[in-house]
Structures are given as C-alpha cells and as structure tokens.
C-alpha cells in the first residue's frame, strides 16, 4: 500500500545552496589523488587518521591502496609517504614524523593552519587559552598540540560559568572551525560577560562553509516538510546541519548514502529538503537523486537566494 501512495505523490525536492565539498576538503582530497598517483608504484601512502570525515572517501582510497593509520608507530622508519588530514596535527606528531624520517604532506585546511597560528599568537602574548571546541575531535587535539600550556577546552555556556581561570584579565579564546554558529554565539557571549578583557576572533574561526551551509539549511527548514543530510556520522559538519533542522521542529535525517534511506520516511511529505555535510561528495547527493526520481515521482529545484562559493586553496608545491 505504502508503495502505491508513493507512486501517486507529486514530491518537491529542494536542494540547499551551498552544499557538499568545501575549499579545505577538496584540497586534501586533491592532494590525496595526485600523491597516491605519484607514487603509487614507488611507495606505501599512507594518511594519519581520515583524510576527511567521509565513509565514502576513505573507502574509495583504501580501495586504491592508500593505508589509514591512527598513529605514527604504524608506520616503519624511513618508509613510505604520510599525508596529515585536513583537521590538522600537534606539532608533537610533526616532530614524532620527521624522527622517524618519514616524509610528510600537509593537508591540513588553511583555515585551521590560521587556527593554530592564531593559539600560537597568543600563547606568546602571555595569554591564557580558551577552546571553543568538541572534546576529541581531530581538529581539537591539533589545536591544543600546537601551544605548549595546557588550553582550557568550552564545549558548553555551562562549561563558561564553571571556568576557573589563572587570571580573568589576561584571557583569549579559538575556535574549532566546524560548530555550529548559533551555539557558539551563544558561548562568545558568555564569555564576554564573565571575562570583559577576554580576546578573540568572534566568529571569524568558523570557517565560511560551515557558515555558509548552515545559513542554507536553517532557511530550507523553513520551507520543507523533512530533511536529508547527506553525511557520515563521524563528521561534526555534517551532523550540525542535522542539528539545525530538528532545532526547528523538523524531521531530519543523516545518511551516509542512498541505501540508508527508509521509504516510510516519505510518508505525508510533500516537500523534501536535501544538503550535504563539507566533506561529502557530490555523488553521494547525485546517486540520492537518481534513487528518489526511481522510486518518487518528483519534480525538483534549488533552494533560491543560495551563496556561490568560488574559494580555492593552493595545493602545496611538494606535492
């Protein structure tokens, strides 16, 4: 019966403008593809942790022979090639690399580099640090690694009124670059009014995508019965997004791919939303499409007023 109603629905599928890959995902992506055909056939490549937080892509490379470690005991001295994912390293591991004379590609986004070069800054100030950040994430444990005192972590406005700090007028703060905009408003905030001295980047820290897709998605709410969020589980990005449409009393889902997706969802809709976290590909969302036009019948567009992003980073000249 569910079947039959579904053949019979006329759906609208909306798509959020921007979605999908960014500038620093794409980079690292890049720099994956051309080091692994570089030096395929001379050496072992291999990656510290997930190129990116994307099932679909760390499946692809392993596929192709790129091998995915989570520290660098794994790997023999003097061998091979190692790439840093885009979330970034401590400069422990960096050091911990070049011990062992393995040589490194750095593919760290640019927008976390200015991350770590912004701690550094004001570690050198004399300040003492705040992270605005998820506990263990990649990017997280990179930013921490990247000063030499300990960096109070913030993951929470509570968390602020629990601060205790050295001295409350000598105070500066980051940010990890995938949060959720609203939330870390709401925490900036809090901190200015416990600590008036405290100094920052506001919101410059989360990175233009992250923005970008989240403005996109929090006006697709608006307009659409029920939401899908093309990402991986693991990915903070991806399950902000998800975050932002149930805040907003809508149904959402997050799904790796097309084959995650339960038909009864569709039942009473009228009106679907589709974006896609900054580290999944555009043919996750492609092969999503090709299976709701087979089994809806549908008629689709793009969400109006979307940002154009046309930002590039350089692929480094080592590789």
């Known amino acids: ?36 055909e570089k030096y395929k056939n001379k050496c072992q490549v291999y990656v510290l942790h997930e190129i990116v937080h994307n099932k679909y892509i760390v499946e692809d490379f392993k596929r192709q022979g790129v091998v995915f470690v989570n520290s660098i005991e794994e790997i023999e001295d003097n061998g091979g090639i190692l790439i840093f994912s885009a979330h970034g390293v401590s400069k422990n591991i960096e050091d911990k690399a070049k011990r062992k004379g393995i040589q490194v590609i750095d593919a760290t986004c640019p927008l976390v580099s200015k991350v770590h070069k912004e701690a550094k800054r004001y570690e050198n100030s004399g300040k003492e640090l705040i992270l605005i950040g998820h506990e263990n994430h990649p990017e997280v444990k990179g930013i921490r690694g990247r000063v ?34 609203d939330d870390t408003r709401e925490i900036i905030v809090a901190l200015k009014l416990r600590f008036p001295s405290i ?26 019965d029920m939401v899908l969020v093309v990402g991986s589980k693991n990915s903070s990005n991806s399950n902000r997004l998800l975050d932002l449409c149930t805040a907003r009393g809508k149904r959402a889902y997050l799904i790796d791919n097309y084959s995650c997706v339960n038909k009864s ?3 009473g809709v009228e009106k ?19 299976y709701l036009k087979v089994n809806l019948s549908v008629r689709i567009s793009v969400m109006p007023g979307g940002i154009i992003e046309n930002v590039q980073f350089k692929i480094p000249n080592l590789v």
């Not at 960096?151 to 670059?177: E, F």
């Not at 100094?199 to 970008?212: E, F, H, S, V």
């Open 199 to 224: 100094t920052g980047p506001d919101l410059k820290d989360i990175c233009y995508a992250t923005q970008n897709r989240q403005n996109a998605v929090k006006k697709l709410a608006e307009i659409v």
């Open 265 to 267: 969802w569709f039942q």
């Open 1 to 36: 019966m569910l079947a039959y109603l579904l053949d019979l629905t006329k759906m609208e599928i909306i798509l959020a403008e921007p979605r999908g890959f960014c500038a620093g995902v794409k980079r690292a992506v890049d720099i994956l593809a051309i080091t692994l």
């Open 272 to 290: 679907i939303g589709i974006t896609a976290g900054a580290s999944a590909p555009d043919i996750l969302v492609d092969e999503l499409m090709d």
């Open 148 to 181: 030499n005192n300990p960096i109070i972590l913030v993951q929470t406005v509570q968390d602020v009124r629990n601060l205790k700090v050295k001295d409350p007028d000598n105070l500066s703060y980051v940010t990890q670059t995938t949060l959720s905009i």
